[in-house]
T-cell receptor
Framework: AQTVTQSQPEMSVQEAETVTLSCTYD???????LFWYKQPPSRQMILVIRQEAYKQQNATENRFSVNFQKAAKSFSLKISDSQLGDAAMYFC???????????FGTGTRLTIIP | GAVVSQHPSRVICKSGTSVKIECRSLDFQATTMFWYRQFPKQSLMLMAT?????????EQGVEKDKFLINHASLTLSTLTVTSAHPEDSSFYICSARVARGNYEQYFGPGTRLTVT
């Protein structure tokens, strides 16, 4: 069975600073995808970034980037130049190749300090 | 692109009644949709997988007779909570997969159900 672990229930960062959210996972697949989703107070789930395991290059989307360590099964999210709008719950997710269900971590609540 | 809508956004119903929640993919066809339940400050819990034209697949512990799912078209899936009880009060979220092999799921805005 796949597992996703987020060990930081809450994080806070000063506006304009950089913060890293941690995620570790376990899967028996050799090729897979990983996602970070954001859930702001509106509760709309938004895809932030995706990483394909066969790609060695870390994914980047504007201020969001990942540090993907396949051997360590680690997938952290780095948010640079944090903005007030980044305040949200962040979920790391791993899809199952067979049935395409998503396994979510427990989430990290990110607070931005003005 | 890849917009998913849900209706209603909020609903209050009396105990013992049924309520239907709609999930629509607005700009794409979704052969598979997923229904989640989310408790306050918790992660999403998958309830069932909805496949167009076939019966839904329910997760272990989810009562299929209580949470009826119908996926009658490529753009619409519905979740009906039958004989609702206060413990069914929760936030329900649907998602849709754009295409097989594209593992991203696009989520609806959710429905807050309150059973009084």
């Amino acid at each position: 069975a796949q597992t996703v672990t987020q060990s930081q229930p809450e994080m806070s960062v000063q506006e304009a600073e950089t913060v890293t959210l941690s995620c570790t996972y376990d899967t028996s697949e050799s090729d897979y995808y990983l996602f970070w989703y954001k859930q702001p107070p509106s509760r709309q789930m938004i895809l932030v970034i995706r990483q394909e395991a066969y790609k060695q290059q870390n994914a980047t989307e504007n201020r969001f980037s990942v540090n993907f360590q396949k051997a360590a099964k680690s997938f952290s999210l780095k948010i640079s130049d944090s903005q007030l709008g980044d305040a949200a719950m962040y979920f790391c997710a791993l899809p199952n190749f067979g049935n395409e269900k998503l396994t979510f971590g427990t989430g990290t609540r990110l607070t931005i300090i003005p | 692109g890849a917009v998913v809508s849900q209706h209603p956004s909020r609903v209050i119903c009396k105990s013992g009644t049924s309520v239907k929640i709609e999930c629509r993919s607005l700009d794409f066809q979704a052969t598979t949709m997923f229904w989640y339940r989310q408790f306050p400050k918790q992660s999403l819990m998958l309830m069932a997988t909805s496949n167009e034209g076939s019966k839904a697949t329910y997760e272990q512990g989810v009562e299929k007779d209580k949470f009826l799912i119908n996926h009658a078209s490529l753009t619409l899936s519905t979740l009906t909570v039958t004989s609702a009880h206060p413990e069914d009060s929760s936030f329900y979220i649907c998602s849709a997969r754009v295409a097989r092999g594209n593992y991203e799921q696009y989520f609806g805005p959710g429905t807050r159900l309150t059973v009084t």
